[in-house]
């Protein structure tokens, strides 16, 4: 059994490429979050996987309350495979602490966040997918194996204080009343949502370009890292404290 969430493809391609191996069925996370369904009946010898993206460096909102509320009637083989476009970080981490895995992986997709970055070129994009497709192939072997332990070499340097500083933008800046999108206007929101998200920048740049001919940038530099440390580590605590 693979659960999986998707905005763009790329969880739900990877989720079908691992199905088609195992044998496993799929579930879209979001429609099952939307109807209830947090329980799931398993074989025996059954495993269960999940596929998400990388959000901020964490995980999607809507994959840690489904996580919390999953009903896994017995102990079995799990494991999360984790998409991104760079690093995925601590995403695994905020993962275990929710809900136990036995492995997890990390794959390196075509990258579709594109605001302030540049596209990438067919070829780079090609090159991504043949490399992706090698990653999926060794996570189907280790999963048929059953194989445990932690098997992503996509989290970059300094994963926890790094989600640590960039994901409260994601968790405390997207709440909005609730409404309903419909799962194939998923990635054309998000898309939207980032630009905006970004559009902060040239009001920073407003406030950033005068602070600079006052004080030093080193100086500014040296006190926003300083914060953003502060940042990741009340972070790390309070994730601690909501897991305990």
């Not at 996987?49 to 809507?62: A, Q, T």
């Not at 895995?101 to 075509?110: H, K, L, P, T, W």
């Not at 594109?114 to 070829?123: F, G, L, Q, R």
Request: hydrophobic share 40%.
């Amino acid at each position: 059994m693979i659960f999986y969430f998707t905005a763009t493809g790329n969880s739900k391609f990877i989720a079908e490429r691992i199905a088609a191996q195992t044998g496993d069925q799929i579930f879209d996370i979001a429609k099952c979050a939307r109807h209830g369904r947090y329980s799931c009946e398993l074989a025996d010898g059954e495993a269960i996987g999940f596929v998400i993206p990388v959000y901020y460096y964490g995980i999607p909102m809507i994959v840690g309350e489904f996580l919390q509320k999953l009903n896994v009637p017995k102990k079995t083989y799990s494991y999360a495979v984790l998409n991104c476009g760079g690093t995925t970080a601590d995403a695994g981490g905020q993962l275990r602490r929710l809900f136990p895995i036995d492995a997890e992986f990390g794959i390196i997709m075509v990258d579709n966040y594109v605001p302030m970055y540049k596209t990438a070129s067919d070829e780079e994009k090609q090159a991504r997918l043949d490399k992706a497709e090698l990653a999926i192939e060794e996570i189907i072997t280790r999963v048929k194996s059953r194989t445990p332990g932690v098997f992503n070499d996509c989290t970059g340097s300094f994963p926890r204080l790094v989600t640590g500083a960039v994901y409260p933008l994601y968790k405390y800046g997207r709440k909005t009343g609730k409404f309903t999108v419909p799962s194939e206007m998923h990635g054309r929101v998000f898309s939207v949502v980032q630009i905006v998200t970004f559009g902060i920048v040239p009001l920073a740049m407003l406030f950033y370009g005068p602070l600079a001919d006052a004080i030093r940038i080193e100086s500014i530099l040296l006190i926003s890292s300083a914060l953003l440390a502060v940042v990741g580590v009340v972070y790390g605590w309070s994730e601690r404290r909501a897991t305990s």
